[in-house]
């Protein structure tokens, strides 16, 4: 009986010696599915979920989050411009608009009236007017006139003149003589209690200036 391996054993040991002397060639990886590849994505990583793999959206995923922070930020700054130029234009507007009328101005209607305490002829109770942008009083209504009844205890110059036979209102206003009665023989116009009086232009009284209130 001949052992293994010795001089005269059969074929099938000597294929066995072949193969075992035969260099092992690398397996060849099996090509992947377009399936496969995508759900792989770029770092090559299979991750498996209830439903599949979840590789395939995990880089999609950081792109649209990416994409969203980007947005969110864009949206952020945009807001935050859009306040900063309300700001500067609210601190550009108009200082004597945080109220309707000046310091020292009474409201009333529509109207801001001033009612001075030192009196002055005709003339330069207009001029003061004038330089704070106002006019002599300008009656407009009835109301408006009981209204200057109520306040001009003192008396004070309105912004109505005599002009020939007739009377003007300094901004130009017609004067309707049906609307407002007025007596004495003067030039310049006064308030009493309870009437309208003309009298000389160089008399000294208090004035009453009026303008539009802010709006």
Known sequence: MSRPGAPGAGPAAATLSAARAAP????????????????????????????????STSWKAALEDTTTRLLLGAIAVLLFAILVVMSILASKGCIKCEAPCPEDWLLYGRKCYFFSEEPRDWNTGRQYCHTH?????????????????????????????????EFHWVNGDPFDPDTFNIAGPGECVFVEPTRLVSTECLMTRPWVCSKMAYT
């Open 24 to 55: 092992l060639r690398p397996r060849r990886p099996r090509p992947r599915s377009p399936a496969e590849a995508e759900a792989r994505g770029p770092e090559g990583l299979l991750r498996r979920s209830g439903s599949g793999y979840e590789g």
């Open 133 to 165: 942008e106002a006019v002599l009083a300008v009656i407009q209504s009835q109301k408006e006139l009981e209204f200057m009844f109520k306040f001009t205890r003192r008396e004070p110059w309105i912004g109505l003149r005599r002009v020939g036979d």
